[in-house]
């Protein structure tokens, strides 16, 4: 009879492991670049995604009891709102309200992103010490150590179920930001450390799944790389076909939404999800685990993707009272008037050619800098600064990222090459009078390729690379060819220009760090010699300067400089009026 007992009770046993199964979701945020809040603070207005809303998701899916819920991040979260500004910069002496916020909703594990290698050493390191979670970047390397600057993976239990995170940064930093802001690190190559560390994982840690929590894009071909090209900007595809061992990889970085399903070396499928920015979406994976009773342990048995729309979700209420009284601190501070602009101004309008938008960013620069010349781009698509009042929050509008401002050395014939390459980016070569004054992305039958995210014409490069310049007086001619269009005819301050000259420049720090490739492929000066070219550079962003700026001067009148133009003119302005209509319809 005990014999039979216990025959029976091990039958009992091994039926029900046989039998287990798990649901497991794994949430993702991604790119959310500070949109804590249903609110939009630079324009004033109600927004419809935000953290706030996300945690009425969360809410949601950590009651049902039938699944087991995890929560990751996956970079560049430190800017892009006044909320994060603020307390990166402003508000110095309390816990970040971002870490506040994500300690709050309860994150298991996040990577670093570049935007939040942005903001310097200073707010990044003092975040790292106040979240409650690991922070990730296998390849972000200590140079004094040689090991990982940040965690490189961590493992979460929950429930029985132990899942590996790993995390990896997109390796393209320096081509981007200044050394002091990531000074004492390197970035390696995201599948180089992705083959030495998975392998590692697998065996001591040996956790049901491993995820890939990698701030890189999917498109390994953006900007003229290949999957060959070394230090990869946008390597997590390729990781996935190339690395055995993933479950799931979730990207960040090209915010544009991903859910589809590839294979690894070994034939094995691995979900590949992303989000889009702001907290528009999340990205989530449903998989059921089913006990392997051989082996001992669960393994992937189906396996989903979704993408959630958050603007289908109330704010939390219980969040927007924890941290009402922060938003009335923010939004006070962007509320505080520094000037009085005379007329309005657009980005829109520096889409297409000469605009007060740009130039009054390029003569800012010329005189915080006193430097020959100007280059800038406008990096908003579609900003405006109105009449009247000028207020914090309006800054964030008239220049989006935090960069610092250069001076840097350049010759005549590099800076007549750097524009050909802007311009040669910028404006389609115009055939008639009815051709596009853009250059956009065409197939194989030279129609215009539309955005399946946005159903939007996609231009040939993104717009925050339209670089003009200040302080000498040129024309574009886009009847000609990429390389022969630019005429400059002398400097602004009448003397002549000469292309065996050595020139004082203004650049943004993403530029002078090599960023569009204006300098390394359109002036052809080598990466490791841009460093050598910087004659000086602000401590502090250039948002910073130029508010200081308009505070001096109290009222500011943007006004065209009227350095430079487009020809032919009737070809300029049919197509200016066709394009505008394509992208602002």
């Known amino acids: 009879m005990k014999k039979f007992l216990l025959v029976t009770f091990l039958l009992l046993i091994f039926n029900f492991s046989f039998a287990q199964s798990v649901k497991v979701k794994i949430i993702e945020t991604s790119d959310v670049h500070g949109a804590i809040f249903p609110y939009d603070l630079v324009n004033n207005r109600p927004s419809n995604s935000s953290l706030a809303q996300v945690m009425s998701y969360l809410d949601e899916q ?43 909703m309860q994150y298991d594990a996040a990577t670093i992103g570049n935007h939040d290698i942005e903001t310097g050493h200073d707010v990044y390191d003092k975040f790292n010490k106040e979240i ?37 940064i997109t390796p393209a930093i320096p081509q981007w930001l200044p050394e002091k802001i990531w000074e004492g690190m390197r970035f390696d190559d995201m599948i180089e450390t992705a083959q030495k560390w998975v392998k590692k994982i697998r065996e001591t840690e040996q956790p049901d799944l491993l995820i890939g929590l990698f701030h890189a894009g999917v498109n390994y071909n953006y900007n003229d790389e290949n999957e060959f090209t070394y230090k990869n900007e946008n390597a997590s595809k390729l990781i996935a076909e190339k690395v055995a061992g993933f479950d799931v990889i979730f990207v960040g970085h090209d915010h544009e939404g991903w859910n589809f399903k590839t294979r690894n070396p070994n034939g094995k499928e691995v979900l590949v999800l992303g989000t889009q920015a702001g907290a528009r979406t999340l990205a989530v994976a449903n998989i059921k685990l089913q006990f392997d009773k051989f ?27 924890r941290f009402s009284p922060a938003f009335e601190e923010v939004k006070n501070y962007v509320s505080r008037p520094i000037g009085n602009f005379t007329k309005s101004i657009s980005s829109r309008d520096a889409l297409f050619g000469p605009s007060e938008f740009v130039d009054l960013i390029n003569t800012v620069q010329l005189e915080l800098t006193d430097a020959d010349i100007s280059f800038t781009a406008p990096l908003s698509f579609n ?31 590099e800076i007549k090459d750097y524009l050909e390459y802007s311009y040669g980016n910028w404006f389609n070569r115009m055939k008639d009078e009815n051709d596009h004054l853009l250059r956009f992305n065409v197939d194989e ?39 022969e269009r630019v005429n400059i005819i002398k400097l602004s301050d009448g003397r002549k220009f ?19 490739g204006h300098l390394t492929r359109g002036a052809k000066i080598p990466k490791e010699e841009l460093s050598k070219r910087v004659l000086s550079s602000t401590d502090k962003d250039l948002r910073y300067y130029m508010m200081k700026w308009i505070e001096e001067k109290k009222s500011v009148e943007p006004k065209p400089l009227g350095n430079w133009k487009v020809v032919p003119e009737n070809f300029w302005q049919k197509g200016k009026q066709k394009d505008y209509q394509l992208l602002f319809k």
């Open 498 to 516: 000469e292309l065996d000259a050595k020139y004082k420049v203004a650049v943004n720090s993403y530029r002078g760090n090599g960023g569009g």
């Open 445 to 483: 039958k030279g129609n215009i390729v539309y955005s399946q995210r946005s159903n939007s014409p996609e231009l040939y490069e993104r717009f925050y690379n339209f670089d003009a310049a200040a302080g000498i007086d040129y024309v574009v001619d886009v009847t000609k060819p990429i390389g």
């Open 383 to 413: 900003a405006q600064i109105k009449e009247g009042k000028l207020f914090v929050k309006d800054m964030f509008n008239l220049y989006r990222y935090e960069n610092l401002l250069y001076t840097i050395e350049m010759s005549g014939q």
């Open 132 to 168: 409650n979670f690991p922070w990730l970047a296998a390849n972000a390397i200590n140079t004094q150590t040689n090991e990982p600057y940040f965690k490189p993976y961590t493992t979460i239990q929950r429930n029985g179920i132990k899942i590996a995170v790993f995390g990896l």
């Open 62 to 104: 950590r009651a049902d009891t039938n699944q087991i819920v995890f929560l990751l991040d996956n970079g560049d979260i430190l800017q892009g709102d006044p909320v994060v500004y603020y307390f990166n910069f402003e508000k110095t002496d309390t816990i970040h309200l971002y870490a506040d916020v994500m300690n709050y």
């Open 295 to 321: 082996c001992g342990f669960f393994a992937a048995n189906e396996m989903s993707g979704e993408i959630i729309e958050v603007k289908n979700y109330k704010p939390d209420e219980d969040f927007m009272k």
